[in-house]
C-alpha cells in the first residue's frame, strides 16, 4: 500500500509531531475554477488551515504515485495544466498504473485520504443525485464513498444544479448523517438554505467532533457530512440562481452532454451568467469551509 503513497514534507512531519492535519481536493483546481483563481485559492485555503493550527494535505496523482500534500510547483502544474483526468473511485487504479495525472474528486479525496489516516476533508460542495436520474441513474459516486469511507466531509451542502431532495434521501438510505453548522436547514452551495432539512442542527465544533468520534468508536462505517453555509455576505438570491441554473441545464441538455462533463460545463456556464460572481460565491464558500474543518480536525485531535 505504502508503495502507492507519498507524502510532502510538512504532512510527513505533521504526521511524526501527532498534529491534525486537513485533505484538500485537486478537482478545485483543475476543473472547478479558472487560472489563475484556483491557484491562489489553493494557497490561500492551505495557509487559512495552517493559522487555525492544522496542517493542509491537497491530494492529487502524479507519476503513479497518490501525492498527499503538493509542492506550489504541483498546485501552479494542477492549475495551469489541460490534460489532468479527473478521478474518482473507478479512475484510481488504472491512472496510478497508467502514471497519468489526475485531480482527485470528493469520493477520490476520501479514499486517499482514509489511506493516508487523514479525518477531516474540506471541499466545496459534494456530488449527489441528478435532475433526472429517476431514468438516467445519474448519481454522483461521492454519495457511495460517503457511505463507506470514515471521513468527515466538510462542505457547503450541495449545488442546486443537483436533485436535492432525492440526494437527502439517498444519504439517508446509505445511513450518512448530515450535520448542519448552525443551521437547520441544507445550504445549497451558491445559497444559504434551500428546501430541506439536515438531520441535526449542530452549534458548535466540539459537538461536531465528538459526533464524529462516537461515531468511529461505535465502528459505523462511512463518513458524515458538516454542512456548512456560504457566508451572508457572499451568498446568492436563491431565485437568481434557481433561474440561471435551469436555462444552463436546458443547454447541457440540448448539447447532449452527460456523465461527469456535466458539472464543469455547469459550472462554466452559471459564471457566464451570473457574470463572474458565481465564482467569487464559489471562492469565498471553500474559505468559510476551511475554517470550519481546520477548526474540527484540531478539536478531534483533541481526543487522542
Known sequence: MREYI???????????????????????????????????????????????GAVPATIAIVDGKIKIGLSDEELEMFGKSSDVAKASRRDLAYLLAAKKKGATTVAATMICAELAGIQVFVTGGIGGVHRGAETSMDISADLEELAQTNVAVVCAGAKSILDLGLTMEYLETKGVPVMGYQTEVLPAFYTRSSKFNVNFRVDDVETIASTLKTKWDLQIKGGAIIANPIPEEHAMD??????????????????????????????AKVKELTGGKSLESNIALVKNNAVLGAKIAVSLHSFH
Open 238 to 267: 436563491e431565485a437568481a440562481i434557481s433561474e440561471v441554473i435551469e436555462k444552463a441545464l436546458k443547454e447541457a441538455e440540448e448539447q447532449h452532454i452527460s456523465g461527469k462533463d456535466v458539472t464543469p460545463f455547469l459550472l
Open 6 to 52: 507519498t507524502l510532502s514534507e510538512e504532512v510527513r512531519i505533521a504526521q511524526e509531531q501527532g498534529k491534525p492535519i486537513v485533505a484538500l481536493e485537486s478537482t478545485i483546481i483543475s476543473h472547478g475554477m479558472p487560472y489563475p483563481q484556483n491557484v491562489q485559492t489553493a494557497r490561500e485555503v492551505e495557509q487559512i488551515i495552517r493559522d487555525l
